[in-house]
C-alpha cells in the first residue's frame, strides 16, 4: 500500500503557538467581562427593591444570620484590639508624661478606621464565604435552574435580601465594634497605665466630633454593600461542580476583603474632604 498512487501522505500539523500578548488580551477581556457581570448583578440588587415582589421573610433570615451570626467574632475581636491599641501607644505616651491621651488615640482610630474596617474584613470572611458556597451550591444542584423554571426571579429572591440584609447590619455591628473596643481600651487603660474611667471616657467622647460619625457609619455601609455582592456574584458563577464551589468560596473571601482595603482608602480621602468642606 506504500505505493500506491492514490494514497496521500498526511502533512504534519503543527499546533498553534500562543504569545504571550494573547494571553494578556485574554485575560484582560476576561476581567473586564467579570467586571460588567459583577456591575449588573450589584446594580440589579439594588433595583429590584423599586419594585416587588419582596420577600422579607428572606431578608429578616439574612439580618439574623449575618447579624447575630456575626456578633461574637465581632465583639471577641473589638475588645482586644482595643486593648492592644492602649498597650502600644500608652507606653509612647507615658515616656512623655501624656498618657490621658490614649483615650483620644483610641477613640479616634477605631471610630474612623479601625472599627469599620476590621469589621468588614472579619465578615467578609465569615458571610462573603458563607454566602458563596450557599448559593453555589444551590447552582451545582441546579435549584437556581428550578427557581427560574417556577418563575421566581434569583436575583429578588437570593441577591438582593443578601446585599440589603449586609448593608443594613454592619453599621450596626461596627458600632458595637467600636464600643467593645473603647470598653476593652478602658479597661487596659486603668488596669496598665492607672488612669481612670471617668478621664478615659470624657476624653474619649470629646475627641470626636461629628464628621467622625459620619466617616465610621459611610464605610461600613460601602464595605456590606461589597462584601454581599462579591459572595453572591462569586457564587452565581461556579464552574465546575462542588470543587467550583471551593475555589469560590475562596475567591470570595479573598476579593472582597481586598476590595473592602482599597476602596477603604479612597474612602478615608473623601471623607477627609468633606469633613473639611461639608461638616
Not at 153 to 160: A, H, Q
Not at 225 to 252: D, M, N, S
Request: net charge negative; charged share 15%; hydrophobic share 50%.
Amino acid at each position: 500500500m506504500a505505493n500506491a498512487p492514490l494514497q496521500v501522505s498526511e502533512q504534519p500539523r503543527w499546533e498553534d503557538k500562543i504569545s504571550v500578548l494573547d494571553v494578556l488580551s485574554n485575560s484582560a477581556m476576561q476581567f473586564v467581562a467579570n467586571v460588567q457581570e459583577y456591575s449588573y448583578l450589584a446594580a440589579r440588587s439594588l433595583t429590584n427593591l423599586l419594585s416587588g415582589p419582596h420577600y422579607l421573610q428572606d431578608l429578616l433570615d439574612q439580618m439574623d444570620d449575618i447579624g447575630v451570626g456575626s456578633l461574637p467574632i465581632v465583639l471577641l475581636t473589638g475588645f482586644f484590639i482595643g486593648v492592644v491599641m492602649v498597650l502600644q501607644t500608652g507606653s509612647q505616651f507615658t515616656r512623655f508624661g501624656q498618657s490621658a491621651l490614649t483615650g483620644d488615640v483610641v477613640s479616634i482610630a477605631l471610630v474612623r478606621e479601625l472599627g469599620p474596617t476590621l469589621t468588614g474584613v472579619f465578615v467578609a470572611g465569615r458571610c462573603a464565604a458563607g454566602i458563596a458556597s450557599e448559593l453555589g451550591s444551590m447552582l451545582v444542584t441546579e435549584q437556581v435552574d428550578a427557581m427560574r423554571a417556577m418563575g421566581t426571579d434569583p436575583s429578588r429572591k437570593l441577591v438582593t435580601p443578601r446585599v440589603v440584609a449586609a448593608v443594613l447590619m454592619q453599621p450596626l455591628l461596627t458600632a458595637l465594634a467600636d464600643f467593645v473596643g473603647l470598653l476593652g481600651g478602658c479597661a487596659a487603660s486603668v488596669f496598665s497605665l492607672r488612669l481612670s474611667a471617668v478621664e478615659f471616657w470624657t476624653r474619649a467622647i470629646d475627641a470626636l466630633d461629628f464628621g467622625d460619625l459620619m466617616q465610621g457609619i459611610m464605610k461600613p455601609v460601602v464595605f456590606g454593600f461589597i462584601l454581599a455582592t462579591v459572595g453572591c456574584y462569586k457564587g452565581l458563577t461556579v464552574r465546575g461542580g462542588t470543587q467550583g464551589v471551593g475555589r469560590a468560596t475562596t475567591q470570595a473571601v479573598v476579593v472582597s476583603s481586598v476590595l473592602i482595603i482599597i476602596s477603604d482608602a479612597f474612602l478615608t480621602k473623601l471623607a477627609l474632604y468633606l469633613a473639611d468642606k461639608v461638616f
